[in-house]
Nanobody
Framework: VQLQASGGGLVQAGGSQRLSCAASGRTFNSAIAWFRQAPGKEREFVAARRWTGGLAYYADSVSGRFTIFRDNAKNTVYLQMNSLKPEDAAMYYC????????????????????WGQGTQVTVSS
């Protein structure tokens, strides 16, 4: 699978931003995730979902504010970010993995084999 992330930009605290991750190639039995990395910090898990059938899950820090969803017609997974905080500012990456025969949740970045380029989100206070 090939991934292309976009949609980053400058947003005020409390505002919203939507990131896109366009996928091409094999998406069957895949899961798409968003990770982020702020300057001086390690990359961290944000959200993920199975390509088909929903089953989304989130980091505690974004739960209730961020939503990961898929547009079937566009082969694109989105990350809708609401109520943004300055601490949400980071480079955001989408990533994918294949989950084989049994679905399982995965938040470890090393388990994701396919990555898009990052898209920068800046939150002004």
């Amino acid at each position: 699978v090939q991934l292309q992330a976009s949609g980053g930009g400058l947003v005020q605290a409390g505002g919203s931003q939507r990131l896109s991750c366009a996928a091409s190639g094999r998406t069957f039995n895949s899961a798409i995730a968003w990770f982020r990395q702020a300057p001086g910090k390690e990359r961290e898990f944000v959200a993920a979902r199975r390509w088909t059938g929903g089953l989304a899950y989130y980091a505690d820090s974004v739960s209730g504010r961020f939503t990961i969803f898929r547009d079937n017609a566009k082969n694109t997974v989105y990350l809708q970010m609401n109520s943004l905080k300055p601490e949400d500012a980071a480079m955001y990456y989408c990533a994918a993995r294949y989950w084989g025969n049994s679905w399982y949740k995965e938040v470890n970045e090393v388990k994701y084999d396919y990555w898009g380029q990052g898209t920068q989100v800046t939150v002004s206070s």
